[in-house]
């Protein structure tokens, strides 16, 4: 694993470099494999990024557009991850539809959505039951809590080490996640962290001995980059 972290004086600035990071690995992506692949993550932080992707001109037919977690609404729904991701971005541009594949929430239950994104991911990663696919990057936030997707202390998604999507749980509610050996299969994953507050988790997260079952973040260990971009308030702690 190559990991990096990166303290950007404020948000514009992390919002400025993320792009910049992005825009390099889809370019890559589709000089050498024809294709680029992201899963994305929801929150505020990554809003402003989505909106200045939204501004660029970029080759759209060949951008793949997934999503690491999501919460069990409608697509339609004020939380729903899908539907600001497509205000933000997705409806501004001209993607087709089919490169655009979300999370689906409208099943009889989250353990059924959960294993048909797995089979729609395997099916167009044509990949066999035993192997994870890599995505050419995997945008994560990180919560107060260090949880990460929907990935939250303590729970039993944290266990799932043989799917590549399981049901999370929030406070009850339930969540569609990524589990974290499919994040870790990615050839990219960028960390996008930003607030004061954050600050004591990720000093759990950085230390070299902590509780992976209690800051879930810890768990992500890609084979191929791992990003951490963070703005100043978040990373005071971790400039050196």
């Known amino acids: 694993m190559n990991k990096t972290v990166e303290v950007l004086p404020d948000q514009p600035a992390l919002v400025a470099r993320a792009l910049e990071l ?31 992707i939204a501004t660029q001109k970029l080759p759209w037919d060949k951008i793949h557009i997934f999503w690491g977690d999501e919460r069990y609404v409608p697509p339609d729904h004020p939380d729903s991850n899908e539907l600001m991701t497509r205000r933000a971005w997705l409806d501004r541009v001209d993607i087709p539809a089919t490169n655009i594949h979300p999370v689906p929430t409208l099943e009889a239950n989250p353990e059924l959505a959960a294993a048909k994104y797995e089979q729609h991911l395997k099916e167009f990663f044509n990949s066999s039951g035993v192997e994870f696919p890599p995505l050419d990057v995997v945008l994560l936030g990180m919560g107060d809590d260090a949880h990460t997707a929907s990935l939250f202390p303590h729970t039993e998604a944290l266990k799932v080490r043989d799917r590549l999507v399981t049901v999370g749980n929030k406070d009850g509610n339930p969540r569609i996640s990524f589990t974290y050996p499919f994040i870790n299969s990615a050839r990219s994953v960028i960390f996008l962290v930003a607030g004061a507050n954050k600050r004591p988790a990720l000093a759990q997260v950085f230390a070299p001995v ?3 079952f209690t800051y879930p973040s810890r768990l992500i260990q890609p084979q191929g980059e791992l990003w951490w971009l963070l703005d100043a308030a978040a990373g005071l702690e971790l400039q050196h």
């Open 210 to 212: 902590a509780d992976d």
């Open 22 to 52: 992005i825009l390099s690995k889809l370019e890559t992506a589709i000089e050498q494999r024809g294709q680029f692949t992201i899963a994305l993550s929801g929150g505020s932080t990554p809003k402003p990024l989505y909106e200045a």
